[in-house]
């Protein structure tokens, strides 16, 4: 069995988890999060992407319910004791294996915590889950109950975090090492993940963004691979990733010559950046940090170029992406705490000039302000 953390930091979170239990008087919870089913027992899998649930009640009673494929992924990689199987067959209802698991707890007329908002619940399942525990006990939203524990990293977890800041740094070397003219994007990006995987790190959450030419303005992945011409422009956008936990960045880098306008970007998001680092600090807001990001580069006159949110938590997230809960965007309440581990990007995309520009960073927020924790310098590199 490889566990990732001590016997002791299980059982805190475990106890934290029926702490927020009893504070929303609930009398159990259905876990359909794998960032939820990992951070309390351990378990580590894809399997999540068919009907999967882990029940725990107020006394502490925890079963895994899942398919065959997934019984012994939970045996070898978590601290999980009880774990049903649903058999695939043509017609089968796995929510019906599940009412029989809350019979056993006796939570008949129970009120009952639900996680709906996770990529292992369908809205096919949740239909089926609702129909099934209808007039059998009382179903509530409970998406961020543990989402909300989750955000505050342990300094184990910190050690984690750190390794893949660590990770993200080597890939930006390969980065600039393969990064110029006639180059391929497809070597850039198999450089990058192989000084990740090398490094004993993981697979990231969701795919390395890259883009050149026109496609540096995009900052999702797409399919297209193409060679860099002698003036272009490269967008990057990747984490290193450290037993699921990730620290991302994000970089344009102009190739051949810098545009004079990749210029007055670039310093529009290192004004924007630092006055973010200013802000996200103990006390203060998750929207207070996007309301600095957007004045800034209001100011500087990049209002159609800027997005609408600047960042958003990381830690140890699943498929299909490494953005966690909180965002950054104007108006969110979330207030800011040692333990936060947040990623920040200044993103500019003008079409206008078809130009792009980027800058992302991953911070940890501490008693006395916060650490950047990648170690790169954010200097505009022309290649």
């Not at 909300?148 to 984690?160: D, G, H, P, T």
């Not at 990064?179 to 790190?201: F, H």
Request: proline share 3%; with cysteine.
């Amino acid at each position: 069995m490889a566990l990732h953390f001590s016997k002791e930091e299980f059982s805190k979170r475990k106890e934290d988890v029926l702490k927020s239990m009893k504070e929303q008087n609930l009398d159990a919870l259905l876990m359909f999060k794998q960032e939820s089913m990992y951070w309390l027992t351990g378990y580590d899998t894809f399997g999540y992407v068919f009907f999967q649930t882990l029940v725990l009640d107020q006394k502490g009673n925890i079963v895994l319910l899942t398919r065959a494929p997934d019984l012994r992924q939970a045996q070898n990689t978590s601290n999980i004791q009880d774990i049903r199987i649903w058999v695939d067959k043509e017609g089968i209802n796995p929510t019906d294996d599940l009412k029989i698991i809350l019979e056993e707890f006796d939570l008949k007329n129970k009120k009952i915590g639900v996680e709906y908002e996770a990529y292992g619940m369908t809205g096919r399942n949740a239909l089926r889950l609702n129909k099934t525990l209808e007039n059998y006990c009382k179903l509530e939203d409970q998406s961020e109950l543990i989402t909300k524990l989750r955000v505050i990293k342990s300094n184990e977890e910190l050690v984690y975090v750190k390794q893949a800041a660590e990770l993200a740094d080597r890939a930006l070397d390969e980065a600039w090492k393969y990064s110029k003219a006639g180059a391929s994007e497809a070597k850039i990006l198999a450089e990058m993940q192989r000084a990740v995987l090398e490094g004993g790190g993981d697979y990231p959450a969701n795919e390395y963004i890259i883009g050149s030419g026109d496609n540096a303005l995009l900052c999702r992945y797409q399919a297209e691979k193409r060679n860099l011409s002698n003036n272009d422009q490269i967008s990057l956008e990747w984490a290193g990733t450290f037993k699921h936990y990730h620290s991302a960045m994000f970089r344009t880098i102009p190739i051949g010559k810098a545009d004079p306008k990749h210029v007055k970007m670039h310093e529009a998001c290192i004004e924007a950046l630092t006055n973010c680092v200013k802000t996200l600090v103990p006390g203060k807001t998750a929207g207070e940090v996007f309301d600095v990001h957007a004045k800034t580069f209001d100011y500087l006159g990049f209002n159609k170029a800027r997005m609408n949110a600047c960042g958003y938590s990381l830690g140890s997230t699943f498929s299909p992406n490494w953005m966690d809960w909180p965002m950054l965007y104007t108006g969110n309440p979330y207030v800011l705490s040692p333990g936060n581990v947040f990623f920040m990007h200044m993103i500019l995309m003008d079409s206008d000039t078809n130009l792009a520009m980027n800058l992302g960073e991953t911070y940890l927020v501490t008693e006395n302000g916060n650490e950047r924790l990648g170690k790169q310098k954010l200097d505009l590199i022309t290649l």
